[in-house]
């Protein structure tokens, strides 16, 4: 999860790189660097955030230059693991995980090569001075060295004696820049609004060449040989603040709608990996989760929520035993510390209180293997934990927490099949599929997203209702909570979720025509159950609301509406089922009249206990 710049331009270019890396600095926050040809190689790197940096760059000219902004995943953050990286008079940045770089390091260093620090992204630096040597030029010294590497990655290279940039992507985002006086690469569109909207969005595989007057793309054929291609130029109309609501009528609408590409950039990583690495939660995960007997998940409200949907993916999947808790009651009891349990804190801004409280708790107890999963760099949760993920959803500032929930929800799925690799519980052909199943999961979302016409008809219906009831079964009990949870806070109508099959154990007597019971209803193993269920809604006169999969054998009938998702999910079919029940709330509160963005009561994050 890291930041790269890029520029070949008839202008001083280190300022425009400086300031491309503050808008990546989400990205990748510990630590940063440059390099500048003019006409020698000048590098320039700080731990820590851009600012660091741009107090060294200051003064610099140079018309090339490339940039990045680290979040470590090899190495830990120091100026010796910051990028760019060099070779000789080569100089190279890199986004991703190469995940046959130690192989390749031994090659190297059999060859001579001398490695100056702990990350992967070295040896593609001493790969492509090995490929020169017999290479014609820069562009064919890349195009080699791609072909050697497995894994993820975007990368930017100059080298010394040419005046060039290239630059190529295979499961990490990459965008070209075409400006009027040079052209520029950024891993994000944010980053080279200051000087052009012509863009360029390489696709996997693809190697570019710039230059001040000109680029050229090649991609590779199936046959392994490069064709040169030609890709649409787009003329971006992203703002340069993130924060601006654009076109749409509240922030929580629009945060759900950026529900898709928040997992994708979330999930990034992933885009070309053929394995599940625990260097995707810090350099020191793969030490850390050799020996881990139980994981324990530590959160508030929405992110518990999260973490009780894990608890089912940890437990079948990896085969460990998970316990949840409410961070506000966690510390207050008396528990069982077990120094091979795994502490995952879940928190949105990083700061929430209770949940820092709990980590530091943990730890007293002797529980040193924490792991944060968070939204924001450099908070305080952050700070605290061992090891930590990113979860990229971006500025999230409705308080109903949305494309923060679903982002959470892929992470965990990505650490639950880690811990599952890990252990040695994950075969081939679960693997491959999972990997599969991710990856298509924006586009499953996205499809999800155009049921809202029907939703809203549906808010209409029971809007001037005072109570509702959400069930669910499996884990999709955990998205029922959180459908209730979204409909109370914004919408104000009192909310309780169940497991369908405790219906019969109490809620049932609250359950009458004016009483509206939404379900959640996945074509899962606990299908026929939840069925049943829903027969004993309907004999009580309950009004009943059902989200169901295509091929879900549920009809609809008097009393009873289904609206269905298309298509099953299997073991990721709560992040789908969730986005429904966002809906639902958003446009109830909506029908309602109350304040979407900012509900009575309620703030963004909670600081204190």
Not at 188 to 194: F, G, K, N, T, V
Not at 366 to 380: D, W, Y
Request: hydrophobic share 45%; aromatic share 6%.
């Amino acid at each position: 999860m890291c930041g790269i710049v890029a520029a070949v331009a008839s202008r001083n270019i280190a300022p425009v790189l400086v300031e491309g890396l503050r808008k990546l600095e989400y990205r990748g926050y510990d630590s940063a660097g440059l390099a500048l040809l003019n006409p020698g190689l000048t590098r320039l790197r700080s731990v820590g955030r851009v600012a660091e940096l741009a107090a060294q760059a200051e003064g610099q000219s140079a018309q090339l230059g490339i940039a990045h902004t680290r979040w470590a995943t090899h190495g830990v953050p120091s100026e010796r693991n910051a990028h760019p990286h060099i070779s000789g008079g080569l100089a190279v940045v890199h986004n991703g995980i190469i995940e046959n770089y130690a192989e390749i390091k031994q090659e190297l260093v059999a060859a001579g090569y001398a490695f100056t620090s702990d990350t992967d992204t070295e040896v593609i630096a001493h790969l492509m001075q090995e490929a020169l040597k017999t290479a014609t030029d820069l562009f064919e010294a890349v195009q080699r060295t791609t072909r050697r590497l497995v894994g993820a990655y975007a990368i930017a290279v100059l080298h010394e004696g040419e005046e060039r940039v290239v630059v190529s992507r295979h499961g990490a985002p990459l965008l070209l820049g075409l400006g009027e006086d040079g052209n520029y690469a950024a891993s994000d569109a944010s980053a080279l609004l200051q000087v052009t909207r012509r863009m360029i969005y390489l696709e996997e595989g693809d190697v570019a060449e710039l230059r001040r007057d000109g680029y050229r793309i090649v991609g590779a054929s199936v046959d392994n040989t490069w064709t040169v291609v030609q890709r649409q130029i787009h003329v971006s109309t992203l703002s340069a603040d993130a924060v601006e609501l654009g076109d749409y009528s509240h922030y929580m609408q629009k945060e759900i709608f950026e529900q898709p590409q928040a997992l994708a950039a979330t999930l990034e990583m992933i885009g070309g990996a053929q394995t599940f690495s625990p260097n995707l939660f810090g350099v020191s995960a793969p030490e850390m989760f050799a020996d881990v007997s139980a994981v324990l998940i530590i959160a508030c409200g929405t992110s518990y929520h999260a973490g009780l949907v894990a608890r089912y993916w940890i437990e079948q999947i990896a085969g460990l035993p998970c316990t949840v808790e409410v961070a506000s009651e966690y510390r207050y009891r008396i528990s069982v510390p077990n120094p091979a349990q795994l502490v995952v804190a879940i928190s949105q801004s990083g700061e929430t209180a209770d949940t820092l409280a709990c980590v530091k708790y943990a730890k007293t107890l002797g529980m040193g293997k924490t792991l944060a999963l968070c939204n924001v760099p450099e908070s305080a949760i952050v700070r605290e934990c061992a090891l930590r993920f990113l979860t990229r959803a971006g500025p999230e500032i409705g308080v109903a927490s949305t494309k923060a929930f679903t982002t959470q929800l892929a992470a965990l799925f990505l650490l639950a099949a880690t811990l599952a690799k890990q252990a040695g519980r994950l075969t081939g052909a679960d693997e491959a599929g999972y990997l599969v199943a991710l990856r298509h999961l924006p586009v499953a979302v996205q499809k999800v997203l155009a049921l809202e016409p029907g939703i809203a008809a549906w808010a209409r219906l029971f809007a001037d209702k005072h109570h509702a009831l959400f069930l669910g079964r499996g884990p999709h009990y955990p998205i029922a909570l959180e459908g209730a949870l979204k409909l109370k806070e914004i919408s104000y109508i009192h909310a309780e979720a169940y497991p369908a099959g405790e219906l019969k154990h109490g809620p049932l007597a609250l359950v009458d025509k004016e009483m509206p019971v939404i379900s959640v209803a996945p074509n899962d193993a606990l299908l026929e159950k939840l069925k049943s269920n829903l027969k004993e809604v309907a004999a009580r006169g309950g009004e009943l609301y059902v989200f169901a999969d295509a091929d879900s054998a549920v009809q609809e009938e008097d009393g009873l509406h289904i609206l269905r998702l298309p298509e099953h999910y299997g073991a990721l079919s709560p992040v789908l089922h969730v986005v429904p029940l966002q809906l639902l709330a958003y446009h109830a509160a909506l029908v309602k009249g109350t304040d979407v963005d900012k509900p009575r009561n309620l703030a963004k994050s909670v600081t204190v206990e």
